[in-house]
């Protein structure tokens, strides 16, 4: 009897994103011919109080899907001005409801961007951020004259424990954040026959140069664009 580990006929990739996000990452994956294993490697909970919510001539920013669904759990009303970071968010907060929503489709710079070359000084702006920020939003933005805070809607925390995934019968692992790349490098899992896809170019320099087979990143951060860069053979 051999010894060796017997991989699926489907390729196998491993969603380390945060529930229950993953379980659509899953199905996106599943519906493009892989076999998908969620095994999430942060935790996404709520703060101990919520903040106030903002005004109705309030633009509200969402740099993460985490940031989009606590808000419109918090909230019932959707008539607010939306800037997101990338199209992915974007297409959340149209299922969750929300319609006057714009994409800077890509990095924190380039939603500060948007925000100056969309809105005037005499809109507010509304960061509604997690723990964990990239970027200087807010702060540029105050530099410019403008009215501008970042709430806290939620938290994010690294698991403290590598989830029982057996990396030997792996094929990819998806990488949704700066700070799951770093977590992921932090749990240390053997991963020099898994090839690493980064959801950006900010994710991917998250992880370094932790040992592995390859690594890709989307050309935009969205899951298709994800899909679409791994590697033909």
């Known amino acids: 009897m051999s010894n060796e580990t017997t991989r699926p006929l489907k390729p196998t990739v491993w ?10 990452s899953a199905a996106n994956w599943a519906n493009a011919g892989y076999a998908a294993a969620v095994a999430p490697i942060l935790d996404v909970t709520k703060p101990r109080e919520m903040p106030t919510l903002p005004p109705r001539d309030g ?41 006057d929503v714009i994409t800077a489709n890509g990095t924190s710079e380039d939603v500060t961007r948007l925000l100056l070359e969309t809105y005037t000084t005499d809109r507010p702006i509304y960061h509604c951020a997690g723990n964990h ?81 390859a ?5 935009e951060a969205s899951e298709p664009s994800l899909i679409e860069a791994v590697p033909t053979v």
């Open 15 to 24: 969603i380390t994103r945060t529930v229950p996000a993953a379980f659509k």
């Open 59 to 99: 633009v509200v920013v969402f740099t993460s899907s985490n940031a989009a669904k606590s808000f419109a759990e918090h909230t019932l009303d959707r008539r607010w001005s939306i800037v997101t970071v990338g199209f992915q968010t974007k297409h959340v907060c149209h299922d969750l409801g929300f319609r």
């Open 133 to 213: 920020v990239r970027g200087t939003i807010i702060e540029d933005l105050k530099a410019k004259g403008y009215r501008a805070q970042r709430d806290l809607y939620y938290l994010t925390t690294p698991v403290k424990e590598l989830p029982k995934v057996d990396t030997r019968k792996l094929d990819f692992v998806t990488l949704y954040s700066p700070l799951a790349a770093k977590t992921l490098v932090e749990l240390a899992p053997e991963l020099t026959g898994v090839t690493v896809m980064s959801l950006s170019a900010a994710i991917d320099e998250a992880f370094g140069d932790y040992p592995c087979k």
């Open 215 to 219: 690594k890709y990143i989307a050309q």
